[in-house]
């Protein structure tokens, strides 16, 4: 099969095609291009598309032309269709907005500049990424290329997969999750049938063994023996029958993951149900850290707004179906029905204390209403004014403000009695909003902005505004601008001067803005299926978020500021990065619309709203809420650290005294303790080890290495080991291995420092060192990009990895090995890479490529049983992945905060971290807890404590038949 399928527009690119063809073909690839591949009586169009099914990877090649082409987007949705992996070339710049959305989101290569620029480079780059997880992406193809023939032959059972064959496919299709390219509709539907299929067939396989059972009775002393074969075989067939049963269901939670994850819960406990096999472990495990949806709050239709009291403990509803209703935020039980209205309710709004709740119905009538109980407080109605455009309610809850479409009058009334108090001949106010200290009301109506004092309802101020009716209109957090969007697509932010701090143009309507808590970001959604932040200090587009399908109706920032949720007619909820638009997470649940998104005080909960009639309330947390900050420590101002090999203690350096002064200092892990330390020479630094009981650490002097006690900083030992760039001590830590410039690589003896073994042989840089498990052997990895396993004992070389990609100019020399508990794998990384990958020790093939982390590995740690293994990078990206696998699992911390040194505690469900925040590298040590790396039994515990649904009828139907 090729190894790539080429899409180019011969009116600009045939000959830098021909160019690429050729140096691939030099490189040992096998690249589709149509000039070639094509008999000349063949149908070109099933051609082509065969040729893109037989390819492993798809090439587009990025022109003027090819974006334009019909011909090539044909190619490009096929490839999409297929689930291909898209790797896109740049051969000549074309505007942004011109690319294919499904080459747009992808990493071009080259990531800067255009191909030619160069093209030797670039050639490596695209050939790294053909090569990426080459296995995977192989079998992709085969189970692609089995599914289609399958479908294209009229579903035909004798294609289908049989015994070890859909062994494999069930093992394909579990273990896509995160893998690029994953897994198809198509071929999802073929594993699917294929274990039916097979199922059939080992009922047929029961029902003939009890059939036998039957006649071996009646047979007699014989019919005894047999019987006992039978009874067995009956035994053993329903053992199979139920594990197949359960892989299928597991096969299908995953594949129900990306668009319904509490779907995929309930399919993965129905899979443990069945039968308690690995893949039922995998897939409730993997559902669980995505599902993040907490509780659904039912309404009768419609629901239109949703929202947290300012202390998070409460959250208020509004409803088509003609009520209010309120609820405990912490166990979602309703604490009130708010009844009253005869018609829908639109909002539902608290007063800033929190005291009161004020609801605005389509009956013309506003409710205000105690915000703890929901008991009735008064009833406002304007009977000028039947239907009302707009309330809001001060920040004590005393007065309402209300505006309506028929009077044309702005009403001020007092919120406990519902009398009114004050008037302002105002015609077409479409949306207002209060000042923080409700020193001033913003009136947003047809074309013009005014803003009135509250206390003499006296105009102070009036602004040109948009066309086509206000949508938005909001003060900042701290008063000092004003923000309102309309439909014509501006959004128009003011000081109050006057003066214009920013503007934004979307093309379509807005339809909602926010400010950021602290006043200097404005964020809009609109009709066009965009949302913006932008930075008021300078009006600079700062992000512009397109993952939404249809418009976006709602948005939110979080509490502090670095995500916004947006949420539209897609149905989805997304959270984003404010400062970029990368997209941090997806809330899929809704059925419809969502109408509005509001955030908890805290961050942990969001809450939105939907034509779905619920409210969806979500877990913010990156890994569903399974991984809890147990605690936190502070430790200076550390720029390299590490962890013991067992995790239980950790060392680093502090430069929290200033200039030159480091302090190296251990930190005992489970107490948090920190030693007073020693100072470092002003040409030492730590040569990232430290002894398993936490006594010794090595330190470069340049000449060699120092065994320094942590108690008091003495030299127990000196090494005569040049230019150290890592080391590692023994588990028994009786010897440390040292690797550093020029190949240099030796073992010595921890105690007295005596030379043991030496490794030669390599014309390179040594980066990074790992002793297996049982002393025996150890793995370096090299700037030639290589590891290498060597037998301690005899200095010889067992094993050749090629690991990683070479080093390139002005990456930093650092990177990571480590053996897996059991001694059978090993993983390896580093930072001029933008992934790691996990190698079989014995056989030297690679399992996996853990793909996407930033700025590359800078900690990594196994759990004690090998299931896991966390991943810390510099620019965030700590991430927890299968350990047998490498596939990922979640993310475990939300933000970006910079991971230096990743361990495991004493048992699978204990992460340690060191990590760096802020411009300083602020040190902490942090202890998580996962509550979804437990056995079976714990994962389906907290499964049905967490889901909020059962399966539905049709569900049940579809996945739970025997047919």
């Known amino acids: 099969m090729p190894d790539l399928f080429i899409s180019y527009a011969r009116g600009d690119s045939r000959d830098f095609v021909a160019r690429l063809s050729a140096a691939l073909e030099e490189r040992g690839q096998d690249a589709w291009v149509d000039l070639e591949d094509i008999p000349p009586a063949s149908s070109w169009n099933e051609d082509l598309r065969a040729g893109i099914a037989a390819s492993d990877s798809f090439c587009f090649v990025i022109s003027p032309v090819s974006v334009g082409s019909a011909h090539c987007r044909a190619e490009l949705d096929h490839a999409v269709a297929l689930g291909k992996r898209i790797l ?54 085969r189970w692609g290329l089995r599914a289609e023939e399958w479908e294209r032959r009229g579903e035909d059972r004798s294609l289908l997969a049989r015994g070890s064959d859909l062994d494999q496919a069930e093992a394909f299709i579990g273990g896509g999750g ?35 059972l039957v006649v071996a009775i009646v047979l007699g002393v014989l019919a005894l023996l047999q019987r006992n074969t039978a009874v067995d075989q009956k035994h053993q067939a329903e053992d199979q029958r139920a594990k197949a049963t359960s892989r299928a269901l597991a096969a299908n939670a995953f594949l129900n993951l990306p668009t319904d994850p509490e779907l995929s819960v309930l399919l993965g406990l129905e899979a443990a149900k069945a039968s308690p096999t690995t893949e039922a472990e995998s897939a409730l495990r993997s559902g669980i850290l995505e599902d993040r949806l907490r509780a659904t709050l039912q309404h009768a239709d419609k ?13 208020v509803t509004a409803s088509e179906d003609h009520t209010a209703a309120l609820w405990d935020a912490n166990t979602h039980q309703k604490v009130a029905d708010l009844e009253g209205a005869a018609q829908a309710v639109f909002e539902a709004r608290w007063s800033a204390d929190g005291s009161r709740v004020v609801s605005r119905s389509d009956d013309g009538t506003v409710h205000v209403w105690d915000g703890h109980i929901g008991a009735a407080v008064s009833t406002i109605t304007d009977t000028d004014d039947p239907r009302l455009s707009d309330m809001v309610i001060t920040s004590n809850g005393s007065q309402v403000v209300t505006s309506g479409f028929v009077g044309n009058k702005v009403r001020v009334w007092d919120a406990t ?38 206390a003499d309802l006296r105009l102070r101020a009036s602004y040109p505004a948009g066309q086509d009716g206000p949508a938005a209109v909001a003060f900042s957090p701290d008063g000092q601008h004003l923000g309102y969007g309309y439909g014509d697509g501006t959004a128009t932010v003011r000081s109050p001067d006057g003066s214009v701090d920013a503007q934004v143009h979307h093309d379509g ?40 399908q249809g418009p976006v109706r709602a948005i939110a920032f979080a509490p502090d500021g670095s995500e916004v949720a947006s949420g539209g007619d897609d149905g989805h909820v997304d959270l984003w990065r404010s400062t970029s638009g990368a997209l941090v997470t997806t809330l899929v649940g809704h059925a419809t619309r969502v109408n509005s998104v509001a955030l908890a005080p805290d961050g942990a909960s969001l809450v939105s709203g939907s034509d779905d009639g619920t409210a969806g309330v979500w877990t913010t947390s990156p890994s569903g809420g399974a991984f809890k900050l147990d605690a936190s420590v502070r430790i200076g101002d550390e720029i390299n650290d590490t962890f013991s090999s067992n995790g239980r203690f950790g060392v680093f350096e502090d430069d929290s005294g200033g200039g030159d002064a480091y302090q190296l200092r251990t930190v005992d892990v489970a107490s948090g303790e920190i030693s007073d330390g020693f100072p470092l020479s002003p040409a030492g630094y730590l040569v990232q080890a430290l002894s398993p009981d936490g006594l010794l650490v090595p330190v470069s002097t340049g000449d060699g290495v120092d065994l320094h006690r942590t108690s008091d900083g003495s030299v127990a030992a000196t090494l005569d080991a040049s230019g150290a760039n890592a080391a590692d001590f023994a588990p028994d830590g009786e010897r440390i291995a040292v690797v550093g410039t020029g190949g240099t690589a030796a073992v010595f003896d921890a105690g007295s420092g005596a030379l043991e073994q030496s490794f030669t042989g390599v014309d390179a840089d040594f980066v990074a060192v790992a002793f297996s498990p049982d002393g025996d052997r150890l793995a370096t990895l090299s700037t030639d990009g290589a590891a290498r396993v060597w037998d301690v004992d005899s200095g010889k070389e067992l094993q050749l990895l090629a690991a990683v990609g070479p080093m390139t100019p002005n990456s930093q020399p650092l990177g990571r090995v480590l053996f897996s508990p059991d001694g059978k794998r090993l993983l390896t990384s580093a ?18 490529s853990l793909q996407g982390i930033t700025a590359g590995v800078f900690g990594a740690g196994f759990s004690p049983s090998g299931r896991f293994i966390v991943t810390a990078g510099y620019l965030g990206n700590i991430r927890l992945w299968d ?11 939300g933000d970006t905060t910079g991971g230096f040194a990743a361990s495991f505690g004493q048992d699978d469900r204990t992460v340690e971290l060191m990590v760096g925040t802020g411009e300083v590298q602020a040190g902490e040590l942090r202890t998580y807890t996962c509550d979804a790396c437990g056995d079976l039994g714990s994962l389906v515990k907290l499964a049905k404590a967490r889901v909020t649904r059962k399966l539905t009828a049709t569900e049940r139907a579809t996945y739970l038949t025997d047919e």
């Not at 995160?178 to 009922?203: F, I, K, M, N």
């Not at 105002?426 to 509250?454: C, F, H, Q, T």
Request: aromatic share 6%; hydrophobic share 35%; charged share 25%.
């Open 883 to 893: 350990g047998q696998s490498g596939r990922l699992l979640t993310d475990i911390t």
């Open 417 to 454: 009695d519902g009398s009114l108090t004050g008037t302002i001949p105002r015609k077409n106010i479409g949306r207002m909003a209060l000042s923080p200290d409700d020193s001033y009301l913003a009136l947003a109506g047809d074309s013009k902005v005014e803003v009135w004092a509250l």
């Open 178 to 212: 995160s893998r690029d390219p994953t897994p198809t509709e198509l071929q999802g539907r073929y594993v699917v049938a294929s274990r039916r299929a097979a199922t059939r067939r080992q009922r047929q396989l029961v029902t003939g063994v009890s059939i036998a």
């Open 831 to 848: 930072t001029w890479e933008t992934g790691a990958k996990l190698w079989d020790v014995t056989s030297g093939e690679q399992i996996s």
């Open 303 to 315: 629901v239109y707004d949703a929202s947290f009291s300012p202390d998070g403990s409460r959250i």
């Open 88 to 141: 896109p070339v740049l051969h000549l710049e074309v505007p942004d907005a011109e690319v294919p959305e499904p080459v747009a989101t992808r990493n071009w290569i080259p990531q800067l500049g255009r191909f030619t620029d160069d093209f030797d480079t670039s050639l490596a780059t695209l050939v790294s990424a053909i090569e990426t997880d080459l296995d995977w992406v192989r079998e992709h193809t």
């Open 509 to 548: 309507p807005v339809d909602a803005l926010a400010f950021s808590p602290d006043g200097t970001l404005l964020a809009t959604a609109s009709d066009d299926g965009t949302a913006r932040v932008t930075r008021l200090d300078g009006d600079t587009l700062l992000a512009s978020y397109t993952g939404h």
